[in-house]
């Protein structure tokens, strides 16, 4: 079974013109083509016309959730297309009353993997532009002007969406409208998610659509909404093999050549302080000095600051210019979050509050 | 029949053993692999960490020349007063005027003494030794402790031109005595483009990716082996130095220039303008342009972290103890929020419109009325690695038909 991306495409700038032809929205914030073939670029549209340049396909990487950040103070109300992943970003933002839910209109678009679009670029004409995708289950087909290439899911997905397929469901966990046919939601992981969708319900959520991956996928979900394939903290669990010295020397070669160029941060929606502790200027908690301590300092307090409201988006490893594995910081807290605490993964429901931002009455006191 | 003509070759082995008696006499910075496959201009310990197969470092080497992380001096309250001691390179040279004659800066041993990684800073120094981990290797940064010549292999055009570019910043009127330490102790070997990628576009500036101006010797990889092109006073001093290692063949070097220059302009997937863009520029600071690009920024630093014209720092003071501490100078970025924060809490470039414009006039114009040089050398790490694909390219043509 296949599906042509351009269906969903052709359904997504409807539901774009829509909004913005019924005032519904004042922006629209979805994805254009980008200069490269295997980029994609946001796209901010105020105009109804403007929905003709959206796009949609497997290199749709960037969370645009933490745009919305910069659209918190107005008035304005904003459209915004999520992925699954993006969704519980989106969660996140409103559990922290970082944007007014009334100002906000969610479209969701089912997401089968995006592609690591640095390793997928040398097979393509990097300028020819796509065309068309068609996924094939497992792998996607890409038309370009200089012909087709076809990427297996298990080769080329980035790492984060080859552990997602396997045991998250790809469904956005929060939207006001599906484009396409919304995708099959594994029962372990289906609880505690039918009540998240928003004000206005969810389109087009009758049909069961895909079928899932087959059988290692079934197995995967656990019971009660939480998350479990193979794959799943997996890189977590080799490094917690590591003794401390090794553990040490393993992320000293990688925070030594941290550029310090903020990027995993400003990508992050967990990020919405109004000033961040590392832009104080006159207290430097972190000097501006590049080495190995004032690096490491910036790393691990940037990863115990979003502890619990981190969602593994799995952004912060993207854009890093020197590939420090950082999602490995962020999921160590999250397995340690899903052990103790026996909570879900930051984002997959609204009403849970977050982890670690309460408390309840009957909550074990060891300090006492 | 018709007289050969010769160039001087050195060929693969020997160029390995070029390597291994410069590791002997010196010290060389050569692209190398890096934890998470990264390819970023480092000290190296063996020839064979020089990756030279390449299309160019993921990061600029400008921090070679301008390390991320400078201390520039040291000091200290005595209780009568207080104590200064310059540190880092070029500390006992005073800023002002250069010499006439700059030196040679191969002797070995030159400038050894105030060298760098004299002081404590030392973050980016070759780090735990490689027996584990990943990506076991070399890793980036500026500071050598060795004495002797200081040399950087593998110099594409685009980055020595940038030096072009700062020198001017660094190395005017009033030169920096740390700047003029790097530029006049280190020779540059660039090796010469063999294609050009999608991201390129060298060619807007009038750089010759073949016969790069500036370095002091150029090599052309040609069947296996290296043409070799002295550029300068110190380039034929080198050549002098290790003359046993260098031979002649019958080639004709500027005929395998003109086809490698031929065969890169067929690559070349941009011709831009970036004249007709800073035409644009001069006629107008506010355009609806700069809010409507500039909302995907993320004003994270990456662009001018990686990009080798960039040049803005920050300078402060580090003093853990209360009666001593360092002076330091640190990359900074335009693209930060607090960059141009001033004392009172007034940021006069309060957005993302401001910086990004900022940014790009400062790239395609600022730069280019200044100094008579252009601010960007068109190496396209930018558009590789920005998060949102903010793309300098597509900004020189859509300013160019703004008007």
């Known amino acids: ?368 | 029949m018709v007289f050969p003509l010769t160039a001087k070759v050195i060929t693969a082995d020997k160029m390995q053993i070029l390597l291994e008696r410069l590791l002997e006499d010196g010290s060389v910075y050569a692209p190398v692999k890096q934890p998470g496959n990264v390819i970023r201009y480092a000290l190296i310990g063996k020839p064979e960490e020089a990756v030279l197969d390449f299309g160019n470092s993921d990061i600029s080497p400008k921090d070679i020349f301008f390390p991320q992380t400078e201390e520039m001096f040291h000091f200290e309250y005595t209780g009568e007063g207080v104590d200064l001691e310059a540190r880092g390179p070029g500390a006992g040279l005073e800023p002002g005027p250069r010499p006439s004659g700059p030196g040679s800066g191969l002797e070995p041993g030159a400038g050894a003494e105030s060298g760098p990684g004299t002081g404590p800073e030392s973050g980016l120094e070759p780090g735990p030794e490689s027996e584990a981990g990943p990506g076991a290797g070399p890793v980036a940064g500026p500071r050598s402790s060795r004495p002797g010549p200081r040399i950087v292999l593998g110099m594409r055009a685009c980055d020595v031109q940038a030096l072009s570019a700062l020198d001017p910043v660094f190395n005017g009127a009033r030169p920096d005595p740390q700047y003029r330490w790097y530029r006049e102790n280190t020779l540059i070997i660039s090796l010469a483009c063999e294609r050009a990628r999608a991201t390129c576009f060298c060619n807007a500036f009038g750089i010759d990716p073949v016969a790069p101006g500036g370095a002091d010797l150029v090599l052309i990889r040609h069947r296996g082996d290296y043409i070799v092109e002295e550029c300068s006073g110190k380039g034929r001093e080198f050549m002098e130095q290790y003359k046993d290692l260098f031979g002649t063949a019958d080639i004709d070097p500027e005929g395998v220039k003109e086809e490698r220059r031929s065969r890169l302009e067929g690559q070349f997937a941009h011709h831009l303008s970036p004249s007709r863009a800073k035409e644009t520029m001069d006629k107008y600071f506010e355009l609806p342009y700069w809010e409507e690009i500039s909302r995907k920024c993320l004003g994270c630093g990456i662009c001018t972290y990686i990009c080798p014209t960039c040049h803005c720092f920050d300078i402060f003071d580090f003093a853990p103890e209360e009666t001593a501490g360092s002076r330091y100078r640190c990359w900074d970025s335009c693209m930060y929020g607090d960059f141009t924060k001033m004392a009172g809490g007034h940021n006069p470039r309060p957005g993302k419109k401001e910086r990004v414009r900022n940014r790009f006039m400062h790239k395609i114009k600022y730069h280019l009325d200044r100094y008579g040089v252009d601010g960007c050398v068109g190496c396209g790490r930018c558009i590789i690695k920005c998060p949102v694909n903010m793309d300098i390219t597509s900004i020189i043509t859509g300013l160019g038909e703004v008007t």
């Open chain 1, 1 to 368: 079974m296949s599906q042509s991306f351009n269906i969903l495409i052709e359904e997504l700038r409807k539901a774009a013109r829509e909004l913005l032809e019924e005032g519904r929205v004042d922006m629209f914030i979805g994805f254009g083509p980008g200069t490269m073939t295997t980029r994609t670029t946001p796209l901010f549209i105020r105009e109804p016309g403007g929905a003709e340049e959206l796009t949609w396909s497997p290199f749709c990487a960037v969370n645009l959730t933490g745009y919305l950040l910069d659209y918190r103070e107005g008035t304005e109300k904003i459209g915004i297309l999520v992925k699954g992943c993006d969704s519980r970003s989106v969660i996140r933002l409103l559990q922290d009353s970082q944007f007014p839910r009334e100002r906000l209109v969610i479209v969701g678009i089912p997401c089968t993997g995006i592609l690591d679009g640095e390793k997928a670029a040398p097979e393509l004409d990097p300028l020819a532009g796509v065309q068309e995708v068609i996924d094939q289950g497992d792998s996607f087909l890409v038309t370009t002007a200089g012909g087709e290439k076809s990427f297996a899911k298990e080769e080329y997905l980035l790492p984060r969406c080859l552990e997602c397929l396997e045991c998250l469901d790809a469904g956005p966990v929060v939207c006001d409208r599906f484009i396409g046919r919304e995708p099959s939601r594994r029962e372990g992981s289906r609880e505690g998610r039918r009540e998240a969708g928003g004000e206005s319900g969810q389109e087009g959520s009758g049909e069961s659509g895909r079928e899932s991956g087959g059988e290692s996928g079934q197995e995967a979900g656990r019971e009660g909404g939480r998350m479990g394939g193979k794959r799943r903290f997996a890189e977590v669990e080799e490094l917690e093999k590591l003794s401390p010295a090794e553990r040490s020397r393993y992320w000293d070669r990688y925070f030594q050549s941290c550029l310090r160029c903020y990027a995993c941060r400003n990508v992050c929606p967990a990020c919405n302080c109004r000033e961040c502790i590392f832009d104080e200027t006159g207290t430097d908690w972190v000097s501006k000095r590049n080495n190995l301590s004032e690096n490491t300092a910036y790393h691990i307090i940037r990863a115990l600051h979003v502890a619990g409201r981190c969602v593994d988006c799995g952004e912060c490893q993207r854009v890093c210019p020197v590939n420090i594995p950082l999602r490995a910081l962020n999921q160590k807290v999250l397995k340690d979050i899903e052990e103790l605490y026996d909570a879900p993964l930051p984002g997959t429901d609204l009403e849970q509050p977050p982890v670690l931002g309460h408390y309840c009455a009957g909550d074990p006191d060891e300090f006492k």
